[in-house]
């Protein structure tokens, strides 16, 4: 699955960049993160619980960021595995983009389920995928903005 987009977000991209950034900022704005734990500048290791359809799951993984170009782009990429719910990998390259006193954060995604995520199809994981995409959006504009998220 494939997902391209972007989001204005009304904060400047040097915040947004160290935002991106932040283990925790990042875990307050992941839907259903409950743990981020930094092993390296560029190495993550996490914990998301979502649902999809009937599937709920912990999947545990490990994100790398790459292609570092800050504050201006970077490539991150992880897998996941949610014991029976199956597998994800993905990666997403992102550019932030300065626009007035905003900053327009643009995304290309490509994603691959396996295993019991895979039997729903890629119309209800795209539809999933989007919404938790835009909730994240949603927290991460208000917490560079001290607004609860």
């Not at 204005?8 to 259903?32: H, S």
């Not at 790459?66 to 990998?89: C, D, F, W």
């Amino acid at each position: 699955m494939d997902l391209t987009g972007e989001e204005r977000i009304a904060a400047p991209r040097d915040a947004v960049w160290a935002a991106l950034n932040d283990p925790d900022t990042l875990k307050a704005c992941i839907p259903g993160c409950q743990e981020i734990v930094r092993r390296s500048p560029t190495e993550l290791d996490l914990t998301v619980k979502f649902k999809i359809g009937v599937v709920s799951a912990t999947f545990s993984g490990e994100v790398t960021l790459s292609n570092l170009n800050p504050p201006e782009s970077y490539t991150i990429a992880g897998e996941g595995k949610g014991s029976i719910a199956g597998l994800a990998r993905g990666s997403a390259d992102v550019r932030l983009i300065e626009d007035g006193a905003g900053t327009i954060l643009a995304y290309d995604i490509h994603t691959q389920v396996g295993g019991k995520l895979a039997q729903f199809g890629s119309r209800l994981i795209g539809s999933s995928a989007r919404k938790l995409a835009m909730r994240f959006f949603a927290d991460l504009e208000a917490r560079l903005n001290g607004k609860a998220a």
